[in-house]
């Protein structure tokens, strides 16, 4: 009988390379403040950990199914480039928790911002008095279809909170 070998998970990011260019980064940046120049750019490698861990992230099930995802990506990866050398080396040796961290927090963000921007269109929109304004501009042989709209706007968008 042929043994089951267990197969080796492979990791998108490598932690321990991840962990080496951020010690990396953290020398160049002495280097440059000895010298008296401006902090270095990230490498390539650094930001392209990050955005792994972005994307990665933003397919979790609870991340996966909003229409502003690429918005959500991109502020977690701003985030990231904001607090890169806060990462401290001798603290942690897990820079992939560090980053995740920072990137599930923007997540979090920019969902309660959108959402209440949603908020902010709804009300706009009920406010709006809409339902006289289609009602004026509606035909005889419209008006059907315009009361089903808005009676659709009205159970989609202004019973929500529910």
Known sequence: MAKKTKKKSIHYVNNKEFLAAVIERKELIKEAESVGDPP?????????????????????????????????????????????????????????????????????????????????????LKESNIESRIALQAHDDEREYQQQFVEMLDKYTFHQDE
């Open 40 to 124: 270095p750019q990230i490498s390539n490698y650094l930001g392209e950990c990050i955005l792994k861990i972005a994307n990665h992230l933003s397919f979790r099930p609870n991340f996966i199914n909003y229409t502003y995802r690429e918005e959500m990506i991109s502020d977690g990866i701003e985030n990231c480039l904001q607090y890169i050398d806060r990462f401290d080396p001798e603290k942690s040796s897990n820079p992939f928790a560090y980053f995740t961290q920072i990137i599930y927090y923007a997540f979090v963000r920019r969902i309660l911002k959108e959402k209440k921007q949603q908020k902010i269109k709804e009300k706009l």
